[in-house]
């Protein structure tokens, strides 16, 4: 009889690179330790789904003039980019992506305009649903 | 015999129309499907709590070019504005309403100058005490 | 037999004031409730950790122009600094705090640049043991 698995339900909020960068490695570390992963995009973060999206993700304005040092440093570090860890996720067959359905419909985002990671297109109650059961649920 | 019921505790730090949009989906969404939910508003989201608060919340300096668009977008969506959804959520009758007393002294905010839909003022240990038995936990 | 004791578990991500007062209050009420507190600090957070870095953090942009009237109230108030606080929930002995080992490869930080406080230097692997089995767990 197969073991409960320990789960985390993200809801990714942000989608600036740190906090992306924070979720995915949240994400790729507990799939790692053989957890599920929940993540669950709304609003901002909701942009990290979209084709394309990830790759133009910045830092906040706050931090903006550490932007080209942070980049270098991590290509220096050879440093998974947030797509190669969301990969990564997703090859280990424990993580799930739900896109935030309001949002969708709040920026005139379309099924066909996402990458094929992503499991569901949901409302928050399906967030609420896995995170109520979940071991570890933060807000990013 | 009354079963317990499902339980999400949200502390509000943030004050940004998004955040606070944020906040009071995943509070409506829980109390629709019959959770208990538990907002502690402390900090800059202490001001949603202050009469007349809630209208004047905007979104954060990163996204301000993006207000105009988001808000005509609601209204088209007749999507419900925080306050409509504070008192959706409120009519549950499965919503409790904290603000926090350090952040009240500090701001020099008076228990007349709050929203008749408080239930109590209270201090972080009364947050911890409701987090530390639900089943979700986030801060917003 | 000693039962098992209550724990909060924060990833500390923000470096801004306003953020380490919100993780270090709840952290010295969960120390005074007798609940364990684990600090996990990573990325802008883990500036606080820096000898000298919490005394130099400020308000976010969107707040600054209320930081020096926020910086008197407290005096005013007699409020504990972040470092008092710190300082408060070590003397407890229920504190752990955890500095993000790939944070400091990504900014050039030595383990001898950190306050003495500091218990273990540590992956996200770490973090999320000690999380998935708190009470609490909440991303500043």
Same mark, same amino acid.
């Given at each position: 009889?197969? %073991?409960? %698995?320990?789960?985390?339900?993200?809801?990714?909020?942000?989608?600036?690179?740190? *906090?992306?960068?924070?979720?995915?490695?949240?994400?790729?570390?507990?799939?790692?330790?053989?957890?599920?992963?929940?993540?669950?995009?709304?609003?901002?973060?909701?942009?990290?789904?979209?084709?394309?999206?990830?790759?133009?993700?910045?830092?906040?304005?706050?931090?903006?003039?550490?932007?080209?040092?942070?980049?270098? *440093?991590?290509?220096?570090?050879?440093?998974?980019?947030?797509?190669?860890?969301?990969?990564?996720?997703?090859?280990?067959?424990?993580?799930?992506?739900?896109?935030?359905?309001?949002?969708?419909?709040?920026?005139?985002?379309?099924?066909?305009?996402?990458?094929?990671?992503?499991?569901?297109?949901?409302?928050?109650?399906?967030?609420?649903?896995?995170?109520?059961?979940?071991?570890?649920?933060?807000?990013?």
């Amino acid at each position: 009889m197969s %073991k409960r %698995k320990k789960k985390i339900a993200l809801i990714i909020h942000s989608g600036t690179l740190d *906090k992306l960068y924070c979720a995915f490695i949240l994400g790729s570390t507990a799939t790692s330790m053989d957890m599920e992963a929940h993540l669950y995009f709304t609003f901002w973060g909701l942009n990290a789904l979209v084709k394309g999206g990830l790759e133009k993700a910045r830092l906040p304005e706050d931090y903006k003039d550490m932007e080209n040092q942070l980049k270098k *440093k991590l290509r220096e570090m050879n440093y998974p980019t947030p797509y190669d860890l969301l990969k990564r996720m997703k090859a280990s067959g424990l993580l799930k992506i739900y896109a935030c359905s309001p949002t969708m419909k709040m920026f005139g985002i379309k099924e066909e305009d996402l990458i094929p990671e992503v499991d569901a297109i949901a409302g928050a109650a399906a967030f609420l649903d896995v995170a109520s059961d979940a071991d570890i649920t933060l807000l990013v």
